[in-house]
Nanobody
Framework: QVQLVESGGGLVQTGGSLRLSCAAS????????MGWFRQAPGKERAFVAA????????TYADSVKGRFTISRDNAKNTVYLQMNSLKPEDTAVYYC??????????????????????WGQGTQVTVSS
């Protein structure tokens, strides 16, 4: 069982920045691909970014490409989401998730939320206009 705890959300003005963190329990964090997803009011949960277990490969949703950066520190069992140039449409609850399947390809990761086995409780990000 993996527990994920997000932090770093808050209220920020348009154009501002936030850094989300997701701390994972357990000793096998480095074997999981990790992802960030978000859910705005009245909308379905949407993919934001994902990173391979090696940390060497990443994927982003088109809506955040060039503004957000996902990274991980396997020594600290933590994955991050640096969010710059924030827009009101980025307002949502942000969730981190862990893909428990061990892939022989260390660069593998997926934007498909159905592939993720463990989810955090979410952290609210609000961007004011």
């Amino acid at each position: 069982q993996v527990q994920l705890v997000e932090s770093g959300g808050g209220l920020v003005q348009t154009g501002g920045s936030l850094r989300l963190s997701c701390a994972a329990s357990g000793r096998t964090f480095s074997s999981y691909a990790m992802g960030w997803f978000r859910q705005a009011p009245g909308k379905e949960r949407a993919f934001v970014a994902a990173i391979s277990r090696s940390g060497d490969s990443t994927t982003y949703a088109d809506s955040v490409k060039g503004r957000f950066t996902i990274s991980r520190d396997n020594a600290k069992n933590t994955v991050y989401l640096q969010m710059n140039s924030l827009k009101p449409e980025d307002t949502a609850v942000y969730y981190c998730a862990a893909d428990n399947t061990f892939y022989s390809n260390p660069y593998y990761h997926t934007p498909n939320p159905a592939a993720y086995d463990y989810w955090g409780q979410g952290t609210q990000v609000t961007v004011s206009s």
